[in-house]
């Protein structure tokens, strides 16, 4: 009667061990999608940024020499 017990209590463990790894991954990649949406507004901005510069650098009729 002792193995089969211990049986059941180790497999809940596991059990229980890979449900609290699943929520740390899960929030590991919500974490992650913030970082890229982040990065990502970052990156639109600084190439509206480039493109409002080169239509001033375009108007001017200058050279980057």
């Given at each position: 009667m002792f193995w089969p017990m211990l049986a059941i209590a180790l497999g809940f463990l596991g059990i229980a061990v890979l449900g609290v790894l699943?929520?740390?991954v899960f929030l590991e990649v919500q974490r992650l999608g913030r970082q890229v949406a982040h990065t990502t507004e970052r990156i639109g901005q600084?190439?509206?940024?480039?493109?409002t510069?080169?239509?001033?650098l375009a108007r001017t009729g200058e050279s980057l020499r």
């Open positions: 699943a929520v740390r600084a190439a509206e940024d480039l493109e510069a080169a239509v001033g």
